[in-house]
């Protein structure tokens, strides 16, 4: 009888830990100030971010080896002109898929009037890990960080991430595309702004499959962009 009892037991964690969802919330860092040179508009633009920044909700889903992230499409009758404003300041209703399978990330990302899926490497983030801990609704949790580089049509550009992730839960996931630790992700993000966890259920979710999206990489996503641009402007 202890043996079976202890079997549920044990066989109940394994499928919660295999069944997550997550839901986080955005914030800007209390030490972050723009620039003294910066124009009125970024001043103006900055502030009416600051008010909205934290509206939106979204949801981390966690099922076996894969995931998806994306904004709760839940809408707030108090807040729908504010929500919907953050949304579409706040990268859109973009979705992000993670399948630890391949050691790939698939942003569901818009161009013109069609969604790819934008593929990517999972190890964007070279990580580093450090000594530091601290409890995230109740799971110890360990920091990392990393500088992300970005060369593409924007330009070359650098971000410092933190990252505080929880070896309790399975690895590799995280908000939007920040991931590639060994446990999920519950804090992450760079000294302008971040996502925080504020919620955990473990629950029974539906399988998770790709949409029928077109597939496509990162660099012919980039290449579609430049050509679009280069036929506006010339």
Same mark, same amino acid.
């Given at each position: ?12 964690? $394994?499928?919660?830990? @295999?069944? /997550? ?10 030490? #972050?100030?723009? &620039? +003294? ?65 391949n ?23 070279n990580?580093?890990? $450090?000594?530091?801990? @601290?409890? /995230?609704l109740g799971?110890?949790c ?5 500088? #992300?580089?970005? &060369? +593409?049509i ?70 579609m ?10």
């Amino acid at each position: 009888m202890r043996f079976i009892i202890f079997f549920l037991l044990i066989t109940t964690a $394994t499928y919660c830990q @295999k069944n /997550i969802e997550i839901t986080f919330k955005k914030y800007f860092n209390e030490s #972050y100030k723009l &620039d +003294d040179n910066a124009s009125d508009y970024v001043k103006k633009s900055f502030l009416n971010l600051s008010k909205i920044i934290d509206i939106p909700t979204y949801k981390l889903k966690i099922v076996g080896n894969n995931s998806y992230f994306k904004y709760d499409e839940i809408l707030e009758p108090d807040n729908v002109n504010k929500l919907e404003k953050a949304i579409s300041i706040l990268a859109g209703k973009q979705t992000h898929y993670v399948k630890i399978d391949n050691k790939l990330l698939y942003s569901l990302s818009a161009f013109e009037n069609d969604y790819y899926l934008v593929q990517k490497e999972l190890n964007k983030f070279n990580w580093e890990l $450090t000594d530091k801990y @601290k409890t /995230i609704l109740g799971f110890k949790c360990r920091k990392a960080k990393a500088i #992300y580089e970005i &060369d +593409d049509i924007r330009g070359k550009m650098k971000f410092d991430y933190y990252a505080w992730f929880s070896e309790d839960l399975p690895s590799y996931f995280g908000p939007s595309d920040i991931v590639g630790l060994p446990g999920t992700i519950l804090e992450a993000g760079t000294s302008s702004f971040y996502y925080k966890a504020i919620n955990i259920k473990f629950k029974k979710i539906a399988k998770i499959k790709l949409p029928d999206n077109e597939i496509i990489t990162e660099e012919e996503y980039e290449s579609m962009y430049k050509s679009l641009l280069e036929n506006r402007f010339n």
